[in-house]
């Protein structure tokens, strides 16, 4: 199981911004390009939510454990890669 999790992760980037909040990437997009960022992901009354911001920005979304908000990144990214 774990090693199913660390290939979904495989273009999933996430880099703390706050002791709650991180930055979600798209790794396969180079720094600088507006693609890279996917949105930004928190820790709200112990959900994480995600705050899209590709395809446009706004669209949220709560995961009940990072775990599952980082499974349903990956998976978003690789159906909306090109």
Do not use: N
Not at 21 to 39: K, Q, Y
Not at 52 to 58: A, L, T, V, Y
């Amino acid at each position: 199981m774990v090693r199913q999790a660390e290939a979904i992760r495989s273009h999933v980037e996430l880099t703390p911004i706050g002791e709650t909040t991180w930055r979600v990437c798209d790794d396969r997009w180079a720094p600088g390009d507006r693609r890279r960022i996917v949105g930004y992901l928190r820790l709200v009354d112990g959900e994480y939510e995600m705050l899209w911001m590709r395809p446009w920005p706004g669209p949220t979304y709560r995961y009940p454990t990072m775990e599952a908000a980082i499974a349903a990144v990956s998976l978003r990214v690789r159906l909306t890669a090109h």
